[in-house]
């Protein structure tokens, strides 16, 4: 999406733990919004795109890696699935598995998930999924807020030798246009809030 004339470019970089059990529980980031937010003043943003970058800073280029999973040894037979979670929202949920895109005041969900099936000595094969929910970008209006904005992420079964036991970080750009916030539009958000 273009950048508008009006629009701001904010970023951020959360850290996590993934544990010896190649698991996160859930954490959130926040977004800092308060130099463009506040109810008293009638201030808010309009959220129109938001963009994450999982990275592992202890690789040679800091990329994340393609494989999230460790391979059997061979010889050995096996499955195994890795999960992560990451979503933008204004509501902080206890439980990973209640957000999803029909959530109230969730503005975006990113999902990769990976499947090896190990065989014996007839090889492997390992399935990555990457998804948006939602979408990344909420172009042309954006996403109304009025507080500061949460990052949640959380991660299951990333077993990979990279990054069992290890700190990992997520990228978060948004793009943004300070707006005026009317009495219709609390209302408006005051509703999507309470839809479920």
Not at 28 to 51: C, F
Not at 56 to 74: E, H, T
Not at 122 to 150: I, M
Request: hydrophobic share 40%.
């Amino acid at each position: 999406m273009a950048k508008g004339s009006n629009d701001v470019i904010l970023r951020d970089r959360l850290q996590f733990d993934i544990d010896v059990g190649g698991n996160t529980s859930l954490v959130y980031g926040r977004i800092d919004l308060s130099d463009y937010v506040s109810i008293v003043e009638n201030k808010g943003l309009a959220v129109k795109e938001v963009r994450f970058m999982l990275r592992d800073p202890s690789s040679s280029v800091g990329s994340w890696p393609s494989l999230l999973i460790n391979p059997v040894a061979p010889g050995s037979t096996g499955l195994e699935i890795a999960n992560v979670k990451v979503f933008a929202t204004t509501t902080a949920y206890e439980d990973v598995t209640d957000v999803g895109t029909a959530s109230p005041n969730v503005l975006c969900v990113y999902t990769q998930n990976q499947t090896g099936i190990f065989q014996n000595t007839a090889g492997q094969s390992v399935l990555r999924l990457d998804e948006w929910f939602g979408t990344p970008d909420l172009h042309p209006e954006g996403y109304d807020v009025v507080t500061d904005l949460l990052i949640g992420i959380a991660c299951s079964g990333l077993t990979s030798t990279t990054l069992v036991s290890t700190t990992c970080e997520l990228d978060i750009m948004l793009i943004a246009e300070p707006k005026k916030i009317t009495q219709k539009d609390l209302t408006q958000m005051l509703t999507q809030a309470q839809d479920l």
